[in-house]
Antibody, heavy 117, light 112 residues
Framework: EMQLVESGGGLVQPGGSLRLSCAAS????????MHWVRQVPGKGLEWVSR????????SYADSVKGRSTISRDNARNTLYLEINSLRVEDTAVYYC??????????WGQGTLVTVSS | EIVMTQSPLSLPVTPGEPASISCRSS???????????FAWYLQKPGQSPQVLIY???NRASGVPDRFSGSESGTDFTLKISRVEAEDVGVYYC?????????FGQGTKLEIK
């Protein structure tokens, strides 16, 4: 069974850093582009970042560009997102997802990041 | 940035009745490879989003056939032939032609 499990969320002070992880299983992780999407509780969805299957191509939303780094370890079937200089407005549930808009479009259950003093 | 505009934002439906949600993109989502980089998602209460329709009008695996997607230029439509109680939640459209990928505002479907 295909599964994406995010971890690493929690309470962080403004200006702090966090590294989110997404462990994949049940599918050929190394064959797919992977993404991070976030959602402020009670609000809509915001795409955050993506990485190609080889770990060579990355893209970021303007809201996190320059503060975030997406990476992956295909040997460990794991996707990462590191966010620095965290702001209150980064508070959200962060989802990892595969192959957005494609046949193998799957999402994890999300991990909550709360930025507050 | 491509803007995705959904309507309606709220959709009360009687069980067994049809429902339709529209999404308009600010530019064509047709790639030079012939694929349309557009999807419909349903986020049920307390759950993560799940894809219903991918690459424009293809029903995802496991999605009931009462769901269908169509496209005409920059206009996309999700139709539910007969709404069931389990269909409640927020429906989102999304474009994946270019970054930043963008979502519609969401349409909340509720049962009357």
């Amino acid at each position: 069974e295909m599964q994406l499990v995010e971890s690493g969320g929690g309470l962080v002070q403004p200006g702090g850093s966090l590294r989110l992880s997404c462990a994949a299983s049940g599918f050929a992780f190394s064959r797919y582009w992977m993404h991070w999407v976030r959602q402020v509780p009670g609000k809509g969805l915001e795409w955050v970042s993506r990485m190609d299957e080889f770990g060579s191509i990355t893209s970021y939303a303007d809201s996190v560009k320059g503060r975030s780094t997406i990476s992956r370890d295909n040997a460990r079937n794991t996707l990462y997102l590191e966010i620095n200089s965290l702001r209150v407005e980064d508070t959200a549930v962060y989802y990892c997802a595969s192959d957005l808009s494609g046949r193998s479009d799957w999402w994890g259950q999300g991990t909550l990041v709360t930025v507050s003093s | 940035e491509i803007v995705m505009t959904q309507s309606p934002l709220s959709l009360p439906v009687t069980p067994g009745e049809p429902a339709s949600i529209s999404c308009r993109s600010s530019q064509s989502l047709l790639h030079s490879n012939g694929k349309t980089f557009f999807a419909w998602y349903l986020q049920k209460p307390g759950q993560s989003p799940q894809v219903l329709i991918y690459l424009g009008s293809n029903r995802a695996s496991g999605v009931p056939d009462r769901f269908s997607g169509s496209e005409s230029g920059t206009d996309f439509t999700l139709k539910i032939s007969r709404v069931e109680a389990e269909d409640v939640g927020v429906y989102y459209c999304m474009q994946a032609l270019q970054t930043p990928y963008t979502f519609g505002q969401g349409t909340k479907l509720e049962i009357k």
